[in-house]
């Protein structure tokens, strides 16, 4: 028999007076704590002010009574067992309400005319059921801190090589880290989400990528690009979402994918034109371009920042989003922004 100090509390719900009372009666026999509900609403408020470890539910409350409380125990009272309380005869009626309310955790049924199974059965089913979800849960927990690790690694890795390929080129030196400052500050004045912020950072971290696909002697040539030429430095573009993609997200890629597309429709094989092309690949393109065009190349000087401003100016709504350009003035002392540089 259950002594006093361990006692379990059981909660019995269902509207058949005879089979709550006797049920409760041969419980009550057996050392148990035993609470009566005729409807849900008393089973919630019982539940609410006594800790219950058990709940019987009469098979008849499957119905309208279980759709609402089963519910409820799971979400709120997760550490309280449900069994039901049926005849030999009606278990497959249990059966099948309890597959018509697709509840994930086990139901047991037993007949409370014969022999009363111990409650403790019920509850220790119960606990090692609930272990079993949170070990499953730690380890998907586990599971998913290695694989952000090892995406951390690679993209790491994938980061190391964008910078490395800069390095080789006095031209280009810095240019990835002062893109994705420029387009996060761009993206934070926007107000974008923790997680837009994010994807923006890595895409202009690795929006040059692609370059690895791009002829060295085209891309560091001395004098202006002709338009074949032009055209084949342009494929980073498409290369470099096959290579982060697998890394990163589609969203990521996507980004990448359409960095040089123009406002107005008119980049080279656009697809794409106005606010159909992501709100982060209109970032990063004014953010490209403004650092482009504040940069030296072999075949021209570096714009002032004034200079360059007054080119983006010219361009809003043709190369660039007139709302991506509204933000990158608001932007506090833009000036400094890429004041290292000629340090």
Known sequence: MVTQIDQVSILVLDDEDMSRKALCEGLA??????YEAIDTNEALNILKEKP???????????????????PVIKADYPDTSVVISSSIAATKTAADCMKDGDHDYILKSFDFKGDLL?????????????????????????????????KKVFLGALESLVFSMEAKDKYTAGHSRRVTDIAVAIGEELSLAEDEIEDLRWASLLHDIGK??????????????????????????????????????EKVADIIRHHHDH??????????????????????????????????????????????????????????????????????????????KYC
């Open 263 to 340: 406002f107005d429709g008119s980049g080279l094989e656009q697809t794409v034109k106005g606010r159909e092309i992501q709100l982060e690949a209109r970032i990063l393109a004014l953010a490209d371009a403004f650092d482009a065009m504040t940069s030296p190349r072999p075949y021209r000087k570096a714009m002032s920042v004034e200079q360059a401003i007054d080119e983006i100016k010219q361009c809003t709504g043709k190369q660039f989003d007139p709302d991506i350009v509204k933000a990158f003035l608001r932007i506090p002392m833009v000036n400094e922004i890429l004041m290292a």
């Open 212 to 249: 690895v696909a791009v002829d060295s002697s085209i891309q560091n040539k001395t004098g202006e690009l002709t338009p074949e030429e032009y055209r084949h430095v342009m494929i980073h573009s498409f290369v470099g979402p096959g290579i982060v993609k697998p890394l990163t997200n």
């Open 118 to 150: 111990p409650a403790e059965r019920f509850i220790d089913e119960n606990k090692a059921d609930i272990e079993m979800q949170e070990y499953k849960k730690r380890l998907k927990l586990r599971a998913d801190e290695q694989k952000n690790q090892t």
């Open 29 to 34: 026999g057996q050392g148990y704590c035993c």
């Open 52 to 70: 219950t470890n058990l709940v019987i539910m009469g098979v008849k409350m499957l119905g309208k009574a279980g759709v609402e409380l089963l």
